[in-house]
T-cell receptor, first 113, second 107 residues
């Protein structure tokens, strides 16, 4: 298995909803990442997990809450989002960023209404 | 601070021509990576070049790295309409992406 799987592919949620995005990989990668990408912009790094511990948090608003329950799974919990949070959310993983590239999932297209 | 910064921001060429895009970065790196993104999809890893390498090839892709100038270039030879996409570079230092180069290959 050489993929990063993200679910759901599309999500529409209201501003009072709580939802979660899921990311899964079975390549034994120990670093996992969340990125947010707005239309016609580059991906912006949100969170970095290394060995299941949060190592970088880019001062993302607390309405985004990451969770790494094990080495294969990375969740992004969403609560009280704003319409400007509508974006493509990308997950990536790497075996070791010093030596290897990153494998990206196909993303979750999130719309906040 | 942002690492990879690509130029040009947009490039339009005819099928069969070569496309060259450049990337600059700011700090010491172990490697630099190039990615392709088709509209609204995830990024696809194209090639990784290590800091002790100067040039690397993969099919129609050729990547160079100049650590003294902190810059890299990606050359796509004999371009095809299917190469139409955005191209990004990133380094292992912080895995941030620059604005990218939007390549359009006209049939």
């Amino acid at each position: 298995d050489t993929e990063v799987t993200q679910t759901p592919k599309h999500l529409v949620m209201g501003m009072t909803n709580k939802k979660s995005l899921k990311c899964e990989q079975h390549m034994g990668h120990r670093a996992m990442y969340w990125y947010k990408q707005k239309a016609k912009k580059p991906p912006e790094l949100m969170f970095v997990y290394s060995y299941e511990k949060l190592s970088i948090n880019e001062s993302v608003p607390s309405r985004f809450s990451p969770e790494c329950p094990n080495s294969s799974l990375l969740n992004l919990h969403l609560h009280a989002l704003q319409p400007e949070d509508s974006a493509l959310y990308l997950c990536a993983s790497s075996q070791d960023p010093k030596y290897y590239g990153y494998t990206f999932g196909s993303g979750t297209r999130l719309t906040v209404v | 601070s942002q690492q990879g910064e690509e130029d040009p921001q947009a490039l339009s060429i005819q099928e069969g021509e070569n496309a060259t895009m450049n990337c600059s970065y700011k700090t010491s790196i172990n490697n630099l990576q190039w990615y392709r993104q088709n509209s609204g999809r995830g990024l696809v890893h194209l090639i990784l070049i290590r800091s002790n390498e100067r040039e690397k090839h993969s099919g129609r892709l050729r990547v160079t790295l100049d650590t003294s100038k902190k810059s890299s270039s990606l050359l796509i030879t004999a371009s095809r309409a299917a190469d139409t996409a955005s191209y990004f570079c990133a380094t292992d230092a912080d895995m941030r992406f620059g604005a990218g180069t939007r390549l359009t290959v006209k049939p």
